[in-house]
């Protein structure tokens, strides 16, 4: 006979209908709410938990490890927290669009039976234990059964066995009494089998269910290993340019989410389209800088595009300073304010299909401005050429950006920091991004709006030029002028004043940032420390 020993217990989480069986056999606690084999179990069973626990969770075994089939719902209040203080958990999820079609034949189907609460309760749980607890998805489980429990595995420090890849059909010892309601599938199987290509239609009368349900899935969907269904490698989570931005708050339509949950409706006209304006702002020492001017524009491209049923300027500028308040953001950081057509009531291009008035987004991020404007940058030319307005009016500020991004994308092969666009009779428009100016001879000349946005950095810096007794010119530039200038900058709300130090090869100037260039910036910070409309509760703390 084998001497028992001290053992060390795998804690596996879950909701009914999700493989958990397939997974692992184990012993199940007992539940308070009724089930078929209710009377059965109690008269065969110990009712008390904690004695439950101690002697069959954490009691001695002849094997080192110990799996442990937990159910969600079992999470029972007066169950000892040793429970999860002690063994190693995971949480395996299912998708409840797979798990509500076959649920109720064994019970009713209902929120709470579902469990997915209680499994973000366990992980909120374990999460402030100190221990956040791996989460596996059981359509990944399907999919790949090896990669995902050579994963998990690794997650709990324990070693990957071939076995746990097969096992024989049958009932099992270990199943337990309610074997006979839940595992009539599982006994026919011998592996993990493959999910079906295509699901069975989804019950209509299950629908709202469905919609109560996912938030909670996809929460802990969130906390997988991120792999994607189309692409068979693992994704690594991307780190982010500013770390702080993980955890901030967006305003989608009338209210304010987290970052993930930061979504609009497949149906939104900037899905279906690209039909949208928006608007770039930056936040100054508690102010937003050229907040009306940047509203006024705002709403001239929806006046512009036949928006109707457009929020009101002040409920727009509520919107934005509820999300900077709530994201305690009150200097060095940039609001990206989209407006778009709204939602469809059935996918199309026309705007008769736009009955839910438009969709309001504002985006605001820690973001420091996005060029080098110390040591300045490179351009290239593209060959992409800029909107004319016979095409499509640059003065409306629309979310259709595929002329910029062919242009940008020309800039990033080249690996140059943005690229120059010409209009169609080959003079400078701009960059992909930015308005561009130049200095010869003292003289400072800007393109002339026809082809460009008129951008409100770009007016702002024209007048300093004027303000600080330079000549300016708005005229038709050529390509080679710019080739030639002794100095020569970008402008936009993202970057401010950006300096170029070479376009095409060609060194700018003597290759370092100008004198007029630096006054000119230095203007700029004087003025955006200065004007700015105050964010509501800023103190200066």
Known sequence: MEEK??????????????????????FAQVTGVDRPYREELLSKMDSDV????????????????????????????????????????????RNPLDILPSFDKVIPTSFLELG??????????????????????????????????HGLCEDLDIPFQKSMLKWEAGPKLVDGIWAPWWYKSVHKSTSFKSAAVYPSPF?????DLLEQSLPFYNMLKRQTRRTSSFLKYPLPPPSLPVPANEKLLAWVGDELVPREAAKVSVFDSVVQGGDAAWEGLRVYNGKVFKLDEHLDRLFDSAKALAFSNVPKREEVKKAIFKTLISNGMF????????????????SGMSPAFNLYGCTLIVLSEWKPPVYDNSAGITLVTATTRRNSPNNLDSKIHHNNLLNNILAKVEGNLAKADDAIMLDHDGFVSETNATNIFLVKKGRVSTPHADYCLPGITRTTVMDLVVQENFVLHERRISLSEFHTADEVWTTGTMGELTPVVM???????????????????????????????????????
């Open 503 to 541: 376009i095409d090869g060609r060194v700018i100037g003597n290759g370092e940032v100008g004198p007029v260039t630096r006054r000119l910036q230095n203007a700029y910070k004087i003025l955006t420390a200065e004007l700015g409309e105050p964010i509501p509760t800023y103190t200066g703390t």
């Open 203 to 207: 019950p209509s009368q299950l629908f």
């Open 116 to 149: 997915l609460a209680g499994l973000v309760s366990i992980y909120s749980e374990l999460c402030e234990l100190g221990s956040p607890p791996p989460v596996i998805d059981a359509a990944e489980l399907q999919e790949d059964p090896e990669a995902v429990l």
């Open 5 to 26: 020993q001290e053992i060390q217990v795998i804690h596996s989480w879950s909701a009914p209908r999700s493989l958990s069986t397939s997974l692992m056999y184990s």
């Open 50 to 93: 904690n004695q439950v626990v101690k002697d069959v969770i954490f009691g001695p075994g002849v094997k080192r490890y110990r799996y442990c089939k937990h159910i969600a719902n079992q999470h029972v209040p007066g169950l000892t927290n040793e429970v999860m203080k002690k063994g190693k958990h995971f949480i395996l999820i």
């Open 331 to 346: 200097n060095n950081a940039h609001i990206r304010l989209t407006l778009t057509r709204g939602k469809k009531v059935t």
